[in-house]
């Protein structure tokens, strides 16, 4: 290899280095739809129809609440994980932008809900931190609620919100070879469904 080739060299194998490791690339042994509907079972929803490989769109069953239900995977050297993301999307009063990340506060015992600003306007924000706040029946859905993620976007005139729940998730190992569901209890699932519900009503009002 001569001098001159040892960038070009170097510039491919760095770029099938990061296709290998893309977040795009679905993981070996990764089964779409096997997660959501082991999820299926869980909400146990009159209205559950899958959209695509690995999205489904649920409705309760006074049609209420409309979400869309997302695999997404995390690979880690010899395993991956599947976890189900459900998307609430709710017109806007009035044009903005915002991102608002919500998380439990506290060390060892949950003491309420913090906020986390990442763009748009902060006094949009405000608002929205303080209607969570004064929303009793939203406030108690997420105290018990055991999500992972929580984002709340506004582009344009359309709120989003993405919450990943612990549950309604797999672990899949290659070596030892083994797949494990972790469940959506009845308890998780009323609190969920009671959160996104309560989402839905207070992102309404602004």
Known sequence: ??????????????????????????????RPGVTLA???RNLGLARFEMS????????T?????????????ESQLLMHLVMTEFV????????????????HSGAVRRRGIGYRQRGGDGELSDR??????????????????????LRIDLQGRQWCVRLEHMGGSEVVNRMPAFRRYIPLGREQRTALLAALSGLQRVLGTL
């Open 61 to 73: 069953d006074d049609g209420r609440l409309q979400l869309e239900i997302v695999e997404r995977t």
């Open 1 to 30: 290899m001569s001098q001159g080739n040892l960038p070009v060299s170097l510039m491919t194998v760095l770029q099938k280095l990061s296709e290998l490791f893309s977040a795009q690339r679905a993981p070996a042994g990764y």
């Open 88 to 103: 609430l999307r709710v017109p806007a009063s009035r044009e903005g932008a915002a991102r608002l990340e919500l998380h």
């Open 52 to 59: 695509g490989p690995a999205t489904a769109t649920v409705a």
């Open 38 to 40: 082991l999820l299926r």
């Open 128 to 149: 929205l931190k303080a209607a969570i706040e004064s929303d009793s029946a939203l406030y108690q859905a997420l105290m018990p609620l055991d999500f992972k993620r």
